[in-house]
C-alpha cells in the first residue's frame, strides 16, 4: 500500500520561558492508505504538535513531512492552506463550530471554501447531516446541540468535502463515556467506509485499541 502521510526526522521545540523544551525528536514514521493508526500519550507528550506538523498548520524545526506525495516542507504557507482546505478533515476536542452558523451552515463551509456553489453546498451538508443522525437538526444553531450532537456536526464538517486524510485530536476527550462511544462508533465506521486513512490522537487506550495500528509518544520520541 502506498503511503499518504510520511514523516522523517521530525524534531519540534518550544520555549517555556528561558528553557526549550523538546517536544518531538527525530521522529519516523509513515501511514499507509485506509488505515486506521492511533497516537497514544500522555498530556503534553507532543501527540497535538505532531498532527499540526502533520497537517502542515506548523513548521518543524527540522525533518521532512510528505502527505499525498506532496512535500509539505518545502511548501509556502499559502500552499500548505489549500492542501489541508481540500484534502485533509479535522476532528477536534472542542468540536470548534462556529457559533454564529447553524449546524448545516457549519458542515457546508469546508465545501463552500473549496469554491462549491451554496446550493450545492447546502445540499450536500444536509445528507451528511443525515449520515450522522442529525438529518432534522440542520437548522440549529451549536448552543442548542448536545455535547455529542456538536461532535457528529464536527465529524460531518470533518468528511464533507471527501479528504483522503482524516486527524482527530482526542475527539471523545470532551464527552461522558457512553457518549463518547456512541461518536467513536460512528467517527470510525464512517472513515473506513469511505476508505479515509485516520489519524486519531487519544490518552484512551479504550480508543487506541480500536485502530490498526498504534504508534506512542514518550519523552518526545516515537515508538
Known sequence: MKAVIRFENLSKSYHEGEQLRAVLTNASASFAEGEFTALLGRSGSGKSTLLNLISGIDQPDQ???????????????????????????????????IP?????????????????????????????????????????????????????????????????????????GNLDENTGRIVMDLLERLTRARGHSMVLVTHSHEVAGRADRILHLRDGQLI
Open 63 to 97: 525533518g521532512r513531512i510528505w502527505l499525498l506525495g506532496q512535500e509539505l516542507t518545502q511548501m509556502s504557507e499559502r500552499d500548505r492552506t489549500l492542501v489541508r482546505r481540500r484534502r485533509i478533515g479535522f476532528v477536534f476536542q472542542f468540536f470548534n463550530l
Open 100 to 172: 454564529t452558523l447553524t449546524a448545516c451552515e457549519n458542515v457546508s463551509l469546508p465545501l463552500e471554501l473549496a469554491g462549491a456553489g451554496s446550493r450545492e453546498a447546502t445540499a450536500r451538508a444536509l445528507a451528511m447531516l443525515a449520515e450522522v443522525g442529525l438529518g432534522d437538526r440542520g437548522g440549529a444553531f451549536p448552543d442548542r446541540l448536545s455535547g455529542g450532537e456538536q461532535q457528529r456536526v464536527a465529524i460531518a464538517r470533518a468528511l464533507v468535502h471527501e479528504p483522503e486524510v482524516v486527524l482527530a485530536d482526542e475527539p471523545t
